[in-house]
């Protein structure tokens, strides 16, 4: 019953900030990573932005330096900060959760995505 849900999207303007939260529970275990994508109809899923448990944060070309992804251990929740959005911006925002099975495969849980619209 683990579950991953995702919360703050919405319409703004180009330039304009929005900042994404998704809640983690039903699970004792960390994850490995904690990451956001973003999908447009017709399109795979890209990864955002990524925030393992040791390690640097990792971000796509495309948001380097205007996405900033956090992560609390306490609270088991992962937040997407992003400032100047682009249209291109726009698309279905999904929180992921990657764990390891005991025998070492990779288990993805995925949020059901918030809508985040950038247009005039």
């Known amino acids: 019953q683990v579950q991953l849900v995702e919360s703050g999207g919405g319409l703004v303007q180009p330039g304009g900030s929005l900042r994404l939260s998704c809640s983690v529970s039903g699970s004792i275990f960390s994850f490995n990573v904690l990451s956001w994508y973003r999908q447009v109809p017709g399109n795979q899923r890209e990864l955002v932005a990524s925030?393992?448990?040791?390690?640097?944060?990792r971000y796509s070309d495309s948001v380097q330096g205007r996405f900033t992804i956090s992560r609390d251990f306490d609270k088991n929740t992962v937040d997407l900060q992003m400032n100047s959005l682009k249209p291109e911006d726009t698309g279905v925002y999904y929180c992921?959760?990657?764990?390891?099975?005991?025998?070492?495969?990779?288990?993805?849980?995925w949020g059901q995505g918030t809508q985040v619209t950038v247009s005039s």
């Open positions: 925030s393992p448990r040791y390690g640097s944060r």
């Open positions: 992921n959760g990657e764990q390891m099975t005991p025998t070492g495969s990779k288990v993805d849980y």
